[in-house]
């Protein structure tokens, strides 16, 4: 049985072998609770052989138990530093390969050569919300997603309607998946600790969108000018698509919404509402 790089004493070893130092700015804290990789592992739901993409490996650590479990690991790490490490802390942990690359410059589907898989990960905060949007928007044949992210943005992408923390974000992610928040990880199980509190999320893709609009570029486009001035009424946010006062009370009326709302009250089913009444106005304006 190989050491197991989660263990606080095992990560400080490696670390001290190969004089590393955490990134900062690529968002690096190693993960040190072998209960919380068991717990994402587990999340994943990996079964022998299945194709996993891990972002951002590190020294190894969820790559470790994810090619124990039995899954076959594709890594994509951004540090070249940290590469000789992998080498060596994966010898013998099962099916992996290592990239190295920038997962929002990768063509991912070529990668993962076209089928289907999962995705593991424990991402850098800095830069968490464009990969997940990567993930969810491009057109990849994604079963499960399991990413650990800052505790407040998983709470953003697990959001209802109505409160503070309902957004663009939750929107984009709601759209594309069913999420749910798995667990929350403390900043003591990470060295060094960061200054706020991790969460696991579990996305699990859809195999339609949970609306139906004429163009999903046209229903993020709508979704961005409401939400463009937070505290003011969807009537005046509605204006940012380019429309004038007039457009956007004929536009209101047909989806039958009250322009006095604020943009984090509405459903995905509103904003979809919205996005076909816009369309069929504009076509009718055309004419």
């Known amino acids: 049985m190989p050491a197991i790089i989660a263990q606080k004493e095992v990560t400080q070893h490696i670390l001290r072998t190969f004089n590393i130092r955490a990134n900062k700015s690529l968002g690096q804290n190693f993960l040190i609770s072998p209960e919380v990789v068991r717990l994402i592992v587990e999340a994943a739901e990996i079964t022998p052989d299945e194709p996993v993409l891990e972002i951002g490996?590190?020294?190894?650590?969820?790559?470790?138990?994810?090619?124990?479990?039995?899954?076959?690991?594709?890594?994509?790490?951004?540090?070249?530093?940290?590469?000789?490490?992998?080498?060596?802390?994966?010898?013998?942990?099962?099916?992996?390969?290592?990239?190295?690359?920038d997962i929002l410059q990768t063509d991912i589907k070529a990668l993962m050569q076209g089928q289907s898989f999962k995705v593991a990960a424990n991402l850098p905060y800095y830069i968490t919300t464009p990969i997940v949007l990567k993930l969810l928007e491009e057109d990849l044949p994604i079963e499960r997603l399991v990413t650990m992210v800052q505790k407040e943005v998983a709470e953003r992408m697990v959001a209802s309607p109505g409160g503070k923390d309902y957004g663009a974000l939750s929107i984009a992610v709601q759209y594309h998946a069913e999420v749910s928040l798995a667990f929350v990880v403390p900043a003591n199980c990470f060295m060094p600790a960061p200054n706020v509190q991790s969460a696991v999320v579990v996305c699990k893709k859809r195999t339609q969108p949970i609306v139906e609009v004429v163009s999903?570029?046209?229903?993020?486009?709508?979704?961005?000018?409401?939400?463009?001035?937070?505290?003011?009424?969807?009537?005046?946010?509605?204006?940012?698509?380019?429309?004038?006062?007039?457009?956007?009370?004929?536009?209101?009326?047909?989806?039958?919404?009250?322009?006095?709302?604020?943009?984090?009250?509405?459903?995905?089913?509103?904003?979809?509402?919205?996005?076909?009444?816009?369309?069929?106005?504009?076509?009718?304006?055309?004419?």
Request: with cysteine; glycine share 8%.
């Open 57 to 101: 490996p590190g020294i190894g650590t969820l790559t470790q138990g994810l090619a124990l479990a039995g899954a076959k690991v594709t890594a994509v790490e951004l540090d070249k530093r940290l590469l000789p490490i992998l080498d060596k802390t994966l010898e013998g942990a099962g099916q992996v390969q290592v990239i190295h690359g």
């Open 216 to 287: 999903e570029k046209l229903f993020f486009r709508v979704v961005k000018a409401a939400f463009s001035q937070r505290r003011k009424m969807l009537s005046n946010c509605l204006k940012n698509m380019g429309v004038d006062s007039q457009f956007v009370e004929n536009w209101l009326q047909t989806a039958a919404i009250d322009g006095k709302r604020r943009a984090e009250t509405l459903s995905l089913q509103e904003f979809a509402l919205l996005t076909n009444s816009f369309a069929t106005l504009q076509e009718a304006v055309k004419k």
